[in-house]
């Protein structure tokens, strides 16, 4: 199975400011590779697939970039919405493993 | 709208069984990837199981043999019925709807039901 590595597990950063968050795959899962937002108390939600497209209704200041094993998710000039949890995974091979999560968190 | 509606959960037993539903509204459940997504509390996320709209069903190794994946298409609802059950499955279960073709890209999800197994 393909493991999943996000880091840094936990990110502060202030309002405003730009956050970088990295997710790598142990083998090539192409471009198949998607980013979730996870605020306290609600379900996942979807914000890029495809490495790089962003979901229906996500901001511009959402990016991803990637392919192969190594992928990034961009937020910038965070907004106090954006602190939350966000999760990569996998939807090349099965099992479609996700990360274990960056914790974006008010610096 | 595309609308996913989580119920059975609950307090259980370990060793018991459990049967988790999720009311679809807005599509077709059997024309669709629907899959079980957990997250034990204070964790991360964990995929579960997906059925496939040919029927194909698929389980992560920690729930083989244990939990069944199925739907009812006259009533457009997802079912996962958990038997015995572990400590260790306490967690917050979400069906969630595959999309732009991928049976695992998860484009909609439920708000999630609780299920705590403690004796």
């Known amino acids: 199975e393909i493991v999943m590595t996000q880091s840094p597990a936990t990110l502060s950063v202030s309002p405003g400011e730009r956050a970088t968050l990295s997710c790598r795959a142990s083998q090539s899962v192409s471009s198949n590779l998607a980013w979730y937002q996870q605020k306290p108390g609600q379900a996942p939600r979807l914000l890029i697939y495809?490495?790089?497209t962003r979901a229906t209704g996500i901001p511009a200041r959402f990016s991803g970039s990637g392919s192969g094993t190594e992928f990034t998710l961009t937020i910038s000039s965070l907004q106090s919405e954006d602190f939350a949890v966000y999760y990569c995974?996998?939807?090349?091979?099965?099992?479609?493993?996700f990360g274990q999560g960056t914790k974006l968190e008010i610096k | 709208e595309v609308q996913l509606v989580e119920s059975g959960g609950g307090l259980i037993q370990p060793g018991g069984s459990l049967r988790l539903s999720c009311a679809a509204s807005?599509?077709?459940?059997?024309?669709?990837?629907m899959n079980w997504v957990r997250q034990a509390p204070g964790r991360g996320l964990e995929w579960v199981s997906v059925?496939?709209?040919?029927?194909?069903?698929?389980?992560a190794d920690s729930v083989k043999g244990r939990f069944t994946i199925s739907r009812d298409n006259s009533k457009n609802t997802l079912y996962l019925q958990m038997n015995s059950l572990r400590a260790e499955d306490t967690a917050v279960y979400y069906c969630a709807r595959g999309v732009f073709g991928s049976g695992y890209l998860l484009g909609y999800w439920g708000q999630g039901t609780l299920v705590t197994v403690s004796s």
């Open positions: 059925i496939y709209s040919g029927g194909s069903t698929y389980y």
């Open positions: 995974q996998q939807y090349n091979n099965w099992p479609p493993l």
């Open positions: 807005g599509f077709t459940v059997s024309s669709n990837y």
């Open positions: 495809g490495a790089s």
